[in-house]
């Protein structure tokens, strides 16, 4: 298994672009997250899914937008970049029940709004 | 939602036993806790989980004493390859509800 995979690794952007973070994941998870990484904070989430066709709101999800069309792939897009965007993105994923305290992390996308 | 509050940074030698201390005073009853390991450039890694008393696997020890109001994640004979941040996390097991903190950095000096 390739685990959870994401794409690209690094990218930047100007302000007002906008672009989408890929995840995929081959564990047939039920449960998919984004989260994103500053420094001095903890890990804070912006989005998930506890299935296909169903996404719901994380504690930061202003600016960012979701869709879960299969199991596998869980894309995040950024609508229109801001400096406040500039952050590491993780995507993780987990079973929906019983382990779904164990979540498995992708390698992150490390994103620069300039 | 249960806060969690962990040392920021701590300091160690290879071979040596590390712990590390998680307070958690308002755990709630159907809480567990969980123990993340994040090395630089990575995303994080599930360690261990428990509910009370104690959980071994191949990687560390859990120890969870009767009141549940702190936890104790313990790392054997640690080498230069544990140096990373370990964050500990207080939930029901709904992931949406879990709140990470900054963790404690571990520095392991040969």
């Known amino acids: 298994n390739a685990g959870v995979t994401q794409t690209p690794k690094f990218q930047v952007l100007k302000t007002g672009q906008s672009m989408t973070l890929q995840c995929a994941q081959d564990?047939?998870?039920?449960?998919m997250s984004w989260y994103r990484q500053d420094p001095g904070m903890g890990l804070r989430l912006i989005h998930y899914?506890?299935?296909?066709?169903?996404?719901d709101q994380g504690e930061v999800p202003n600016g960012y937008n979701v869709s879960r069309s299969t199991t596998e792939d869980f894309p995040l897009r950024l609508l229109s970049a801001a400096p406040s965007q500039t952050s590491v993105y993780f995507c993780?994923?987990?079973?929906?029940?019983?382990?779904?305290?164990?979540?498995?992390f992708g390698p992150g996308t490390r994103l620069t709004v300039t | 939602l249960a806060k969690t509050t962990q040392p920021i940074s701590m300091d160690s030698y290879e071979g040596q036993e590390v712990n590390i201390t998680c307070s958690h005073n308002?755990?709630?009853?159907?809480?567990?806790i969980t123990w993340y390991q994040q090395f630089p450039s990575q995303g994080p890694r599930f360690i261990i989980q428990?509910?009370?008393?104690?959980v071994t696997n191949e990687v560390a020890s859990l120890f969870i004493p009767a009141d549940r109001k702190s936890s104790t994640l313990s790392l054997p004979r640690v080498s230069l390859s544990d140096t990373a941040v370990y964050y500990c996390?207080?939930?029901?097991?709904?992931?949406?509800?879990?709140?990470w903190g900054l963790g404690t950095s571990l520095a392991v000096n040969p």
């Open positions: 993780a994923s987990s079973y929906s029940r019983g382990r779904d305290y164990e979540q498995y």
């Open positions: 996390l207080v939930g029901a097991g709904n992931n949406r509800k879990l709140i």
């Open positions: 899914s506890v299935g296909a066709g169903i996404t």
């Open positions: 308002n755990i709630a009853t159907n809480d567990y």
């Open positions: 564990m047939n998870h039920e449960y």
């Open positions: 428990g509910y009370k008393t104690k």
